[in-house]
């Protein structure tokens, strides 16, 4: 395991600041295999992380004493291995991190090179962090680090977590209760396991019980070779008394052992187990049972299914140690546009204009209409802190006006963190306060919108219809924070044309007052279609004027 070692000058470049340039570096936080390899083509990927090694020890990535060559060089070695040849070269042509795009999460570390003058190939390692580890959602981490023991506190807290979300997300029935003819209470420190009746069983009959205490985890597993399903332990009926007595924890195999102290762990006081629960040698018992198993297993808590043994004797809870590295993630800016600055000055090579926090000067009519939701499709709480103007997609956590003025200010560069800026339009714009009536109808139908051209709104939701008392229907608008919906912010707002998508769709901005006098700031946005009080008819009696957003 290369655990916290410190990173070689080489393996540096995968220590990012996001003070400066990304393309000298990148975020990474815990590192371990995901995958071996798959072709890939391309040769000239990072130059500026490459090497050159020999087999059989690669001494190079062996003499750097860093936590990251040492992980890539068990990577390579095993490779080998796998690969059943004895190769004399290794050739590291770069590393990539890579992202996907919807939704915004990344993939993994990928190392590219090569095996003697063989093709060029990849592997992939997982990029982990803890949720409260600022990289997780600045890199878009899906993966947390997989606890050293599944029962050590991290271990338990995530499996509790998984289960309690699963069953939040299941229309589950708690009133149809099912429980399994026979359980082990699974006991604690002073008191053994045991067999229980559930229709006897005390806890079970008390009425207005509450479902936690009807849980029970199953366990599914291979009994192994004719010999070991011999030897395990069951319940016949020579022993079926005994066992509801007590049955002695040093007499369970391994599986069953392990499955009981994950009950234990999770607090979960009742176990299914078929070797015991089912009388084994009884063939009327046993018809009964295994017609039941379906009801058994879809009605558990939580099934553990103990893939990886051969035999009841295998256990499932001994883990083989991870390779893994800890790579040092700084951030010392709020998320916002400086975290894509690089991105935004190679796009600056290939694209003319302006460059305005975050969008473009010369189609920025377009870039005023973006949607932002969180990494969960939900839309953030209001910033308190300044990061960008609020027309800008930096300040947000994840007939065409006219743009007649623009200004941004900025720290030292013009693509990184922004002080200052506003943008001025010469637009229709319509107060709603100006018709009486006008309202929000949260529980309308929603209106779902998908494209690909520039005046469309791509599979965007929006969910909250715009109405007059007047004229009905007017638009569908979606607001950047939640904090809008307050009823004395929607008297305030004004709708502001910006585009029209086609003769029938008109597209814009929802736009609340500031602080300052004759300036406004971006709320969210709208798209009206032609019918009722929506459409093109709405504007035709609106009056062009300037509009100021900060």
């Known amino acids: 395991m290369a655990g916290n070692s410190p990173l070689c000058k080489r393996c540096k470049v995968l220590h990012f600041d996001d003070n400066f340039d990304p393309a000298s570096g990148a975020h990474v936080v815990i590192l371990e295999t995901l995958e071996r390899y798959t072709k890939f083509e391309s040769k000239e990927l990072f130059p500026e992380y490459s090497l050159k090694d020999a087999f059989p020890n690669l001494p190079r990535l062996a003499a750097e004493q860093c936590g990251m060559c040492a992980l890539m060089r068990e990577r390579f070695l095993a490779i080998e291995e796998e690969d059943k040849r004895h190769y004399s070269t290794l050739e590291i042509l770069g590393v990539k991190l890579d992202f996907a795009h919807f939704p915004r999460r990344m993939k993994g570390l990928f190392v590219y090179f090569k095996l003697n003058d063989g093709d060029a190939r990849e592997v992939i390692f997982s990029v982990q962090a803890e949720p409260a580890d600022p990289s997780y959602n600045r890199l878009g981490l899906t993966r947390r680090p997989i606890a050293p023991s599944a029962l050590s506190e991290s271990g338990i807290s995530r499996i509790k977590e998984m289960v309690e979300s699963a069953i939040f997300r299941t229309d589950l029935d708690t009133e149809k209760l099912y429980l399994p003819t026979r359980l082990i209470c699974v006991g604690d420190e002073q008191i053994g396991p045991r067999l229980v009746v559930s229709k006897t069983h005390p806890p079970f009959l008390?009425?207005?019980?509450?479902?936690?205490?009807?849980?029970?985890?199953?366990?599914?597993?291979?009994?192994?070779?004719?010999?070991?399903?011999?030897?395990?332990l069951k319940t016949t009926r020579d022993s079926l008394r005994r066992h509801m007595q007590g049955i002695p924890i040093e007499a369970l195999p391994q599986a069953l052992l392990d499955a009981l102290?994950?009950?234990?762990?999770?607090?979960?006081?009742?176990?299914?187990?078929?070797?015991?629960?089912?009388?084994?040698?009884?063939?009327?018992?046993?018809?009964?049972?295994s017609a039941n198993m379906g009801n058994v297993y879809s009605h558990s808590v939580l099934t553990i299914c103990a893939a990886q043994g051969d035999s009841c004797q295998s256990g499932f809870l001994k883990r083989r140690p991870l390779s893994q590295v800890e790579?040092?993630?700084?951030?010392?800016?709020?998320?916002?546009?400086?975290?894509?600055?690089?991105?935004?000055?190679?796009?600056?090579?290939?694209?003319?204009?302006?460059?305005?926090?975050?969008?473009?000067?010369?189609?920025?009519?377009y870039g005023l209409l973006w949607v932002n939701?969180?990494?969960?499709?939900?839309?953030?709480?209001?910033?308190?802190?300044?990061?960008?103007?609020?027309?800008?997609?930096?300040?947000?956590?994840?007939?065409?006006?006219?743009?007649?003025?623009?200004?941004?200010?900025?720290?030292?560069?013009?693509?990184?963190?922004?002080t200052d800026g506003f943008v001025s339009l010469s637009a229709k714009a319509y107060k709603i306060s100006?018709?009486?009536?006008?309202?929000?109808?949260?529980?309308?139908?929603?209106?779902?919108?998908?494209?690909?051209?520039?005046?469309s709104i791509s599979d965007v939701t929006l969910r909250l219809p715009l109405a007059s008392g007047e004229g009905g229907y007017n638009a569908h608008v979606r607001f950047d924070r939640n904090y809008i919906l307050e009823e004395h912010l929607i008297s305030q707002m004004s709708i502001v044309l910006i585009c029209s998508n086609g003769w029938d769709e008109m597209l814009g901005l929802v736009v609340l007052p500031s602080a300052t006098r004759d300036e406004y700031t971006r709320a969210g946005l709208f798209m009206s279609e032609g019918f009722k009080f929506g459409g093109a008819k709405f504007w035709d009696n609106v009056e062009t004027t300037t509009i100021k957003l900060v």
């Open 327 to 365: 790579i040092p993630f700084h951030s010392s800016l709020d998320p916002s546009i400086s975290a894509t600055s690089a991105v935004a000055k190679r796009f600056s090579t290939n694209v003319s204009g302006k460059y305005l926090a975050g969008q473009w000067e010369k189609d920025l009519h």
């Open 434 to 455: 100006s018709t009486r009536h006008w309202g929000i109808h949260v529980n309308h139908e929603p209106l779902f919108r998908h494209g690909s051209n520039g005046d």
């Open 206 to 232: 008390m009425e207005h019980e509450e479902w936690n205490s009807y849980r029970y985890i199953a366990l599914s597993y291979c009994w192994g070779s004719r010999t070991e399903a011999e030897q395990q």
């Open 373 to 418: 939701t969180d990494c969960d499709g939900e839309k953030s709480d209001m910033k308190t802190t300044y990061t960008a103007p609020s027309w800008s997609l930096a300040c947000q956590p994840c007939p065409k006006a006219k743009v007649l003025t623009t200004e941004t200010s900025f720290t030292i560069d013009p693509y990184g963190q922004i």
């Open 261 to 289: 102290l994950v009950c234990r762990a999770l607090g979960v006081q009742y176990l299914w187990v078929d070797a015991l629960c089912i009388i084994q040698g009884d063939k009327s018992d046993w018809e009964r049972e």
